[in-house]
């Protein structure tokens, strides 16, 4: 977790708490995803889903045990990986 | 005037309705084959509307028209050579931004196109109000509101798709416009492919390159590689610029203009108390109802299968076998009657009655459950324990298929979304006890030992799914993909939908497996009548008697099994002259048999299904590490049990 200036925080996704919003400021790349053939797999999948930088992101609530996570995002109703949803930054105001 | 042939393409998100517009505008007349070379579904059909004979084509439910999947290049190449006539980009109203995210990309394809504005029920429920002519002047493409499910608007979107092929002019699209300096390089490179024959748009291909597109990049730098080498420099600049990648950086710019007319075009006033859907997805999503609401959903689906298939299977046997003194008449005890209704007419009886009365409600149920969105709900709730075998969520549904019949759930790997774990999740799936296996695990083990041991053996059966699905996932290359799965509203499913998806399940089941079964079970008549089946029990009983301790004649049993799992049990009744097991095999051997029952080798229809999706080799190898893995097991639990008991 890095603090950006005093109102804003920087964290992943899965920090949120449930019904809280953020705004995506990037994705993380994952461990060793280019030159596995397919370069540009699943950011290039999240952002065709409307996760692009600056897109308002809600997570409505994560499955137990470390299950995937449900947000909204554009109006549609995503489950996430855990691990998938870890790699998505957000930004906050200052709870 | 002569009768001319058109041809329209139906393209949109997954779950818009799709499939339920494109049964409406053909009805019977459609077939369900494979795009050439590929394991993705290509839907055809057939209308005759206005003298004109139109040939639609479905194609698959896809996101975007960049390269993550098969499904989107298949897709966007089908579009830009193929050209059909008009494109039907079918939109949900319910999510129009990122519907119209794609329209946008079809657009830029510059393809003729008119958009079904569909599922406004829906969109309505959510209090989501649009104004289609407002929509038609922001596109600039005709937009027809439809409610497919009720098959409102499907005439006038027809209608419309065929006037706006007559005119011969399709009406501008609005222009898909970019940032100031990217809109400057995506011209450069433009510039550069001008003159080049392809068949993609200059400026989309420009585009493409800028965005770091595989398929494009490959194809241009076939015709000149220096194309695509300036195209990424201009990335780079761009990515310098915005502190992006340059991919992001338009798809970013693109999701903005999407947005904005989702905007101007829609009124979002929630409603004051939660429709009656979203209740529903809390309700069956939450952590302490989520749970107990599935589980019994899945034992009654199971009940309701076992009971239904249990019943007709008998019924089918009866009627079928009463065939066979006709067919003695006919024949007469000779050889070839022999060869005839034990080789060939008792395989297409194992696989009518033992096969399609349990796959039948299987695949009714399965898509009653997929057209109302509760698997996806099943998914999620599953991910994180199958997680732990390397797939996500989606791939505990074709598990689940598993335990009625194999062959349905390898064909049902395909919802995986690569091939590594289409392979893995069919792979998994051939261990779990089908239907067949659960009559030799309750028949011997839980009738003549008790049904705790039968319990035992279940679960010892999925810690051995989950061992080897975890050692196959560290084995086999590749990293594994997390869940990325759209949760779309709840609706009631559509019968005729879901009968016609079944009937192309079954038809395309009886199209692979019986000439399989056939075959299989006329080489093995063969060997019977020619004696050479005793002298192979003879020659396999080191691994029988000496190795997992069984009687010689399991040798045979086992071969037959082969044909389908519960005959080994059925053999072996008939080759002991008896059905009271407990005189003629110990507790052990029970146990071991099982054992080796339940793992030794996926049977023929599904080894026929694998072949299908995987080819040869793959099912070659499955096939001989579930023997070696199976004999193992069962002689270590022979000598183990011996310890035990």
């Known amino acids: 977790m890095q603090r950006r200036d005093s109102e804003k925080l920087e964290m992943p996704l899965t920090t949120l708490r449930n019904g809280e919003t953020g705004t995506v400021t990037s994705i993380r790349a994952g461990g060793g995803g280019r030159g596995f053939g397919r370069g540009w797999g699943f950011e290039q999948r999240l952002m065709d889903l409307g996760l692009t930088p600056g897109t308002k992101v809600t997570v409505v609530k994560s499955a137990p045990f470390h299950g995937p996570v449900e947000i909204l995002v554009r109006g549609s109703r995503l489950a996430l990986g855990r691990g998938m949803a870890d790699k998505i930054l957000v930004e906050i105001e200052k709870r | 005037m002569t009768k001319q042939k058109l041809v329209i393409a139906l393209a949109g998100n997954a779950n818009v309705g799709k499939s339920v517009i494109f049964n409406h505008l053909t009805g019977l007349h459609q077939h369900i084959g494979n795009w050439p070379g590929k394991t993705v579904e290509r839907a055809e059909g057939t209308l005759h509307f206005k003298g004109y004979t139109i040939d639609v084509v479905d194609l698959p439910g896809i996101y975007s028209l960049s390269t993550y999947s098969l499904e989107e290049v298949i897709s966007r190449k089908y579009i830009a050579i193929e050209k059909p006539d008009v494109v039907i980009n079918v939109v949900d109203a319910s999510v129009l931004e990122r519907n119209l995210f794609f329209t946008l990309q079809l657009i830029e394809l510059e393809t003729p196109m008119i958009i079904a504005l569909n599922q406004m029920d829906i969109a309505k429920k959510k209090g989501i109000e649009i104004k289609p002519e407002k929509l038609e002047k922001l596109l600039g493409a005709p937009v027809v509101p439809t409610v497919a499910t009720k098959g409102v608007g499907i005439f006038q979107l027809l209608e419309r798709a065929v006037d706006m092929i007559e005119k011969g002019r399709p009406p501008t699209p609005v222009e898909v416009k970019y940032g100031e300096e990217v809109e400057e390089k995506i011209s450069q490179v433009a510039k550069m492919l001008k003159g080049i024959q392809f068949w993609y748009p200059p400026r989309y291909a420009a585009i493409k390159l800028l965005e770091g597109d595989e398929e494009i990049e490959r194809e241009v730098s076939r015709i000149n590689p220096e194309i695509v080498s300036a195209a990424k420099k201009l990335a780079d600049q761009i990515e310098n610029l915005h502190g992006h990648p340059c991919s992001t950086v338009i798809t970013s710019e693109r999701y903005e203009l999407a947005g904005c007319i989702a905007r101007e075009a829609q009124r979002i006033v929630p409603p004051t108390r939660p429709p009656i859907e979203e209740r529903l997805h809390t309700l069956t999503t939450h952590r302490i109802t989520g749970y107990p609401i599935m589980v019994s959903s899945l034992l009654f689906m199971f009940y309701f299968i076992f009971a239904f298939g249990g019943y007709a299977s008998e019924l089918l046997n009866k009627s079928l076998y009463g065939l066979q003194s006709i067919l003695t008449g006919l024949f007469g005890t000779t050889l070839i009657g022999e060869l005839v209704w034990g080789g060939v007419i008792e395989g297409i009886i194992a696989g009518l009655t033992i096969a399609l009365p349990y796959i039948i409600p299987f695949y009714v149920l399965l898509y009653l459950l997929e057209d109302s969105g509760y698997l996806s709900r099943i998914a999620f709730l599953m991910d994180n324990v199958m997680h732990k075998i390397g797939l996500h969520g989606k791939a505990f549904i074709p598990m689940m298929l598993g335990y009625g019949c194999n062959v349905p759930a390898c064909l049902g790997c395909r919802i995986m979304e690569t091939e590594r774990e289409r392979l893995l999740a069919a792979f998994v799936t051939t261990l779990v006890p089908c239907a067949a296996r659960t009559v030799i695990i309750l028949g011997l083990v839980g009738q003549f030992i008790g049904v705790q041991w039968a319990f035992v053996l279940y679960i010892f059966n999925l ?183």
């Open chain 2, 463 to 645: 810690l051995v799914i989950f061992a080897l699905g975890r050692i196959a996932f560290r084995a086999l290359p590749g990293e594994s993909t997390a869940l990325i799965m759209e949760m779309s509203s709840y609706k009631i499913p559509q019968l005729k939908t879901v009968l016609k998806e079944t009937w192309f399940r079954v038809a395309e089941f009886i199209k692979v497996a019986f000439p399989l079964i056939v075959a299989g079970s006329l080489t093995l008549k063969a060997a019977e009548v020619s004696g050479l089946l005793a002298h192979i029990a003879n020659v396999l009983s080191p691994v029988t008697v000496v190795w997992l301790g069984l009687p010689v004649i399991t040798g045979i049993t086992l071969i037959f099994g082969v044909l389908r799992k519960e005959l080994t049990l059925i053999m072996l009744a008939t080759l002991l002259g008896t059905t009271n097991f407990a005189q003629v095999l110990t507790p052990v051997q029970m146990i071991v048999f099982t054992l080796v029952a339940m793992f030794y080798i996926p049977c023929i229809a599904t080894m026929a299904a694998l072949v299908r999706e995987f080819g040869w080799k793959k099912t070659v190898f499955i096939t001989a590490f579930e023997i070696f893995f199976a004999i193992s097991l069962g002689g270590i639990a022979f000598r183990l049990l011996m310890l035990i008991i």
